[in-house]
């Protein structure tokens, strides 16, 4: 089964998507034109296979330089049915994959300073949200349980950065919240100064 698929917009822009790997790349058409090659072809053998493209012969290496790369990080690989989906999750999976989070996204505030109608608060919609802002103490129980996880044994990656992001309505909205938890992040990063990166 293929790990990866081509898909083309309207506009013709061509995208490259990977279920290992969880990415999604704009790329020419030269590389979906590549993706079924002989992985044992010289470069003179796939540039041939390219020659028709009316793009320079410096931008054909290019595309070509790009697509032996991502051949290389295994973008065009086959997934391993049977080791890779076994259609089981156990608990031990779960809490590994949660041990790796590297990014939290907070949503301090269902509230804004505009009235903007095509906002999915605005009024455009039939169900609306409810404008409430998130407390301090709900973020310090996210960070605190993340934080059980990610000084265990069962985070594979210590020292990998953890990202804070803030999102709303308008964040800035609930600006005291954001350095609430800005102050929080800073004291994890003094106290975990080797094992976390926030």
């Known amino acids: 089964m293929k790990a990866y698929t081509f898909t083309k917009t309207s506009g013709g822009n061509c995208y490259l998507y990977n279920s290992k790997k969880s990415t999604l790349l704009n790329v020419h058409p030269i590389i979906e034109t590549l993706k079924g090659v002989d992985k044992n072809d010289e470069k003179d053998v796939l540039f041939a296979k390219i020659?028709?493209?009316?793009?320079?012969?410096?931008?054909?290496?290019?595309?070509?330089?790009?697509?032996?790369?991502?051949?290389?990080?295994?973008f065009f690989e086959d997934i391993d049915e049977t080791n890779f989906i076994n259609g089981t999750i156990s608990a031990q999976i779960v809490e590994k994959q949660v041990a790796?989070?590297?990014?939290?996204?907070?949503?301090?505030?269902g509230n804004?300073?505009?009235q903007c109608r095509y906002c999915c608060y605005g009024d455009m919609y039939t169900d609306k949200v409810e404008k409430q802002n998130?407390?301090?103490?709900?973020?310090?129980?996210?960070?605190n349980y993340l934080l059980s996880y990610w000084t265990s044994n069962k985070n594979l990656?210590?020292?990998?950065?953890?990202?804070?992001?803030?999102?709303?309505?308008?964040?800035?909205?609930?600006?005291?919240?954001?350095?609430?938890?800005?102050?929080?992040?800073?004291n994890i990063k003094k106290k975990y100064r080797s094992d976390i990166c926030l």
């Open 157 to 186: 990656s210590y020292g990998h950065t953890i990202r804070i992001g803030f999102y709303g309505g308008e964040p800035l909205v609930n600006f005291p919240l954001i350095e609430k938890i800005i102050h929080i992040c800073e």
């Open 51 to 74: 020659k028709d493209f009316k793009i320079s012969d410096a931008d054909k290496k290019i595309q070509l330089d790009k697509y032996l790369f991502l051949r290389e990080k295994g």
């Open 112 to 114: 804004c300073n505009l």
């Open 134 to 143: 998130m407390t301090q103490e709900t973020a310090e129980i996210v960070l």
């Open 100 to 109: 790796a989070i590297d990014n939290i996204l907070f949503q301090v505030t």
